[in-house]
């Protein structure tokens, strides 16, 4: 479709493609970690997949450069703009926007990217904790369990 610079080979949803009309030279990016102020899981996710310049963008634009067409809402014309984020059971789905009206084969079907199965990790550089004690006391019993600061207070 137009700002998309492919061409969408006609046929059903299990078999149409759409290949670049100038291919794209050069490597995929390699992205940084990227740092989110904590909270909650919820609130951490959300932070994450409504990141336009840090994760919006650049799947947006992966999902594009291997050939996957409408990537965009129907309110831009350029690649990862005018997304969707919606809550899809444990994990997010970014979509462009359908609301009103687009031109072109297929346009109401725009790319979904499935964003699951969230990973955290603790920078150890920044991680501080007290004085850890060694007693010379016998272990009885081990017991896992989660333990939840909802204070503001770590």
Same mark, same amino acid.
């Given at each position: 479709?137009?700002?998309?610079? &492919? !061409? %969408?080979?006609?046929? #059903? +949803? ?9 291919? @794209?030279? &050069? !490597? %995929?990016?390699?992205? #940084? +970690? ?9 609130? @951490? ?6 990141? #336009? +310049? ?101």
């Amino acid at each position: 479709g137009p700002g998309y610079n &492919g !061409e %969408i080979k006609p046929g #059903s +949803a299990s078999n149409t493609s759409c290949y670049p009309i100038n291919p @794209v030279t &050069g !490597e %995929i990016p390699t992205l #940084s +970690a990227l740092d989110i102020p904590d909270g909650d899981e919820v609130d @951490v996710q959300w932070r994450l997949v409504h990141d #336009s +310049a840090n994760l919006i963008k650049p799947t947006s634009y992966l999902a594009h450069y291997l050939g996957y067409a409408w990537v965009g809402g129907n309110h831009s014309q350029y690649v990862g703009e005018d997304m969707d984020v919606t809550r899809d059971g444990d994990g997010w789905v970014i979509r462009g926007n359908n609301d009103g009206g687009c031109e072109g084969y297929r346009c109401g079907e725009k790319t979904a990217i499935k964003v699951s199965k969230f990973a955290y990790n603790l920078d150890p550089d920044s991680f501080k904790h007290g004085d850890v004690t060694q007693s010379d006391r016998q272990l009885v019993k081990t017991v896992v369990g989660w333990a939840i600061n909802d204070s503001d207070t770590p």
